[in-house]
């Protein structure tokens, strides 16, 4: 029931949409003064009635001010073939401005109330279930814009096939007089205005118009889609793939960061230990040197005491008292003499020297 009540509000909202669209693109296209000038340059209007465009897009412009309330009459004074008149000099042409303008100024007053009435029932759309509003709001806009898209097709179809059926139609629709009736040979303003004009004008609204109407089905139905039951279970399953990948990815990161510093540490680990083992290393030729500097110093001494010991317990040999000589003659006395005959061996006689002169008989004993 809830998803009935906001569908129907969302409907009949987005048909007053659709009209306030439509009638807010038919101010915008004659309001435009370039698409009036070149629709008055195409159709060689002013050569056909001895005018310039500029005085015809003033009068069109002075007509539609006055059609929208911001003019007091339509008089304005123009050039043709030369003369300066009123452009609109025929009664009839402000009597049916009159009627014109009091069906434009009410539609612009129901335009505005539209709005109004338009946000609050989309307001009230989406509030009835508001968990659902945005798909319930596509749906009843599409129910409303198929129902208008309808309704301009057939429509444009007939103003495409007859253009002037379909135009005096309208003027029977909304016109209660026939002072839409112009004739052709007075009224100038039946000659400025051709019904080619009002063809084009149209198609101009129609192409604003449908711009936004399609952008707005082109938006509802992504909301569609993009609300449904499928879509949310693949967006679901999309984003848990796209989770774990990611989780996948994390993980191999942790991995690849945790075993580079698990060989950063190894391998930290690995040079303290080498500096280690080289310092001990170190210290251990350094003892061993010292120990081998100690033993060579320990043999040395005790080479050195051997050689003391060997050295005391070896026979002195024996040495004669000096003599003195007499102090008859001083003579050189050799002092390597004594150490020669020391060396000499015991069992040998010492020999005599015969070149030593001897007077106190000393050497011969």
């Known amino acids: 029931m809830r998803k009935f009540i906001s569908v129907a509000m969302a409907t009949l909202a987005s048909i007053l949409l659709i009209l306030i669209v439509v009638f807010t693109s038919i101010g915008l296209v004659v309001n435009d ?68 303008r009091e069906i434009y100024t009410s539609i612009a007053s129901y335009r505005d109330v539209g ?36 309704v301009f097709g057939f429509l444009g179809t007939w103003a495409a096939l007859d253009f002037s059926n379909f135009w005096t139609f309208f003027h ?26 009002f063809a084009d004008i149209i198609a101009r609204v129609g192409f604003y118009a449908g711009i936004v109407i399609v952008s707005l089905i082109v938006l509802s139905v992504i909301a569609l889609v993009v609300s449904s039951d499928g879509y949310k279970r693949r967006r679901a399953i999309a984003l848990a793939r796209k989770k774990a990948r990611e989780n996948a990815k994390a993980a191999r990161k942790k991995a690849r960061d945790e075993a580079r510093q698990t060989a ?7 040079e303290k230990r080498a500096r280690i083992a080289a310092h001990k290393a170190k210290k251990q030729a350094a003892a061993n040197t010292a120990a081998e500097e100690a033993e060579r110093a320990r043999i040395s001494e005790e080479k050195r005491a051997k050689r003391r010991a060997a050295e005391a317990a070896a026979p002195q040999p024996q040495q004669r008292p000096a003599q003195t000589a007499p102090p008859r003659e001083t003579r050189p006395v050799r002092t390597e003499q004594p150490a020669r005959q020391s060396e000499k061996p015991a069992g040998k006689p010492v020999k005599k020297q015969a070149n030593v002169h001897d007077d106190t008989g000393f050497l011969d004993d």
């Open 264 to 270: 950063e540490e190894e391998k930290r680990l690995a």
């Open 115 to 150: 709005v109004l009435v338009m946000l609050i029932l989309f307001l009230f759309a989406a509030v009835v279930h508001f968990r659902m509003a945005p798909q319930y709001l596509a749906q009843g806009y599409l129910s409303g814009a198929f129902v208008f898209l309808l």
């Open 172 to 197: 029977e629709m909304l016109f209660w007089n026939d002072l839409w009736l112009f004739d052709g040979t007075q009224s100038r303003m039946i000659n400025m205005l051709p019904e080619q004009i």
């Open 33 to 100: 003064e370039t698409f009036v000038n070149n629709e008055f340059t195409k159709l060689a209007v002013g050569s056909k009635m001895g005018m310039s465009n500029i005085d015809l897009v003033t009068s069109f412009n002075r007509l539609v001010d006055y059609m929208e309330g911001d003019a007091e009459d339509i008089n304005v004074l123009v050039t043709i073939n030369g003369e300066q008149t009123q452009m609109f000099d025929y009664p009839q042409e402000a009597e049916h401005m009159a009627d014109v």
